[in-house]
């Protein structure tokens, strides 16, 4: 089963529109990153979140952590062409573990049409 | 650019034959991880070192798979006996030894055995 469930598996919007992706598991989530892939290539860093409540901003895009920290949304604010890719979260599910055993999603795929 | 480093980034081989991916992690990053991703899927954790000392490795790393850091720097990733269930795209990743670093990936290692 998956453990982190993305959704939506895809989405396309008009450039300038607002949107939110969303990140979901049934376990506590000790560390949750959010990176975006290019098609081919490696997974860029966008964000993480550790506390319960937390959210982080960079430039366009806010990254949430729910309280109990099993839930995380990426919300992309007027969107462009230049945010397109596939937007991945990953988490560490087990306290005091590997940090870099992280579990991830199965990505959304954004398109944004100008 | 001093960010991850991996080598080759194609390669296409014949099932049976060995194979050899090189990472070079950013170098002040001691802890180095190996991922495996799958089309349309998120990366896998295959393995992680810190410093040369392998900590962790995933059921997933079969007795073909083989990974070494031999002076805590670059890695190797060996691939004994290859199998076409083996094609996918092999990801390098390193972060500093701290809760809050997160981990930068590579542009990845595209495998296609036939």
């Known amino acids: 089963s998956q453990e982190l469930e993305q959704s939506p598996q895809s989405l396309i919007v008009q450039e300038g529109k607002n949107l939110t992706i969303n990140c979901t598991s049934s376990?506590?989530?000790?560390?949750l990153y959010w990176y975006k892939q290019k098609y081919g290539e490696g997974l860029i860093f966008l964000m993480m979140?550790?506390?319960?409540?937390e959210e982080k901003s960079h430039e366009k895009i806010t990254a949430k952590l729910d309280e109990k920290k099993q839930q995380s949304s990426l919300h992309i604010t007027a969107s462009q062409p230049s945010h397109a890719g596939i937007y991945l979260c990953g988490a560490a599910l087990n306290y005091g573990g590997s940090q870099g055993n992280l579990i991830f999603g199965k990505g959304t795929k954004l398109s944004v049409k100008p | 650019d001093t960010g991850v480093s991996q080598d080759p980034r194609h390669k296409i081989t014949k099932r049976g034959q060995n194979v050899t991916f090189r990472c070079d992690p950013i170098s002040e990053h001691n802890r180095l991880y190996w991922y495996r991703q799958t089309l349309g899927q998120g990366p896998e954790f295959l393995t992680y070192f810190q410093n040369e000392a392998q900590l962790e490795k995933s059921r997933l790393l079969s007795d073909r798979f083989s990974a070494e850091r031999p002076k805590g720097s670059f890695s190797t990733l060996e691939i004994q006996r290859t199998e076409q269930g083996d094609s996918a795209m092999y990801l390098c990743?390193?972060?500093?030894?701290?809760?809050?670093?997160?981990?930068?990936f590579g542009n990845g290692t595209r495998l296609t055995v036939t």
């Open positions: 990743a390193s972060s500093l030894r701290r809760a809050d670093s997160p981990l930068h």
């Open positions: 979140l550790q506390k319960g409540g």
């Open positions: 376990k506590t989530l000790y560390g």
